[in-house]
């Protein structure tokens, strides 16, 4: 896992470094309606990380950005997997949400900072039997997106709070990603 988070901070790291002449000439169209992927570390905080070690996170995204409107709509489908601690037992925790999202980018010449934030359902569940069940959940954050020729990149990092039935359950994922 320290090898994913490692390759993250490299990409975002060069991504940031291009030098503002480079990232003028690669310009973005504003397209309305952007498909992405992103991936990265997913950080347990609060009670979940007493729980569980650092996992994984893979997400597909559709958003949607109005012409001169900085406010735009995201749906974000999002897959987070955690390694249970070996004291409990072992095996896997899975929390899957689907959520959708108002962003707000900042004015910006080339790099765009945004804030995000919504909310949505989330399944939490375990390898090994004991089933699954079903929450209302909410995640705000922010990040970079950073126009490249054809497609942007995005780093992006967010708190989840998912509500359980007497607990809550609160992970950080922290994602590269693209969109087309």
């Not at 897959?79 to 925790?93: E, I, M, R, T």
């Not at 765009?112 to 989330?122: D, E, V």
């Amino acid at each position: 896992m320290k090898h994913s988070l490692f390759v993250v901070a490299v990409a975002g790291i060069f991504l940031v470094s291009l030098p503002f002449e480079a990232r003028a000439q690669v310009s973005s169209v504003a397209r309305p309606v952007q498909f992405g992927v992103a991936l990265g570390a997913a950080l347990p905080t609060s009670d979940l990380s007493d729980v569980v070690s650092t996992g994984f996170n893979a997400t597909a995204t559709v958003g949607f950005t109005p012409a001169m409107i900085p406010l735009g709509i995201r749906i974000d489908g999002a897959y987070n997997q955690f390694s249970v601690k070996d004291a409990l037992g072992g095996g896997n925790l899975h929390i899957t949400g689907v959520t959708g999202n108002l962003v707000y980018k900042f004015p910006s010449v080339s790099i765009s900072p945004y804030g995000i934030g919504g909310a949505g359902w989330y399944n939490v569940g375990a390898s090994g039997g004991g089933g699954s069940s079903n929450h209302f959940g909410w995640n705000i954050g922010g990040g970079i997106l950073m126009p490249l020729s054809g497609f942007d990149t995005f780093i992006e990092a967010r708190y989840n709070q998912v509500q359980g039935d007497n607990t809550s359950s609160s992970f950080v994922p922290i994602t590269f990603g693209v969109l087309f």
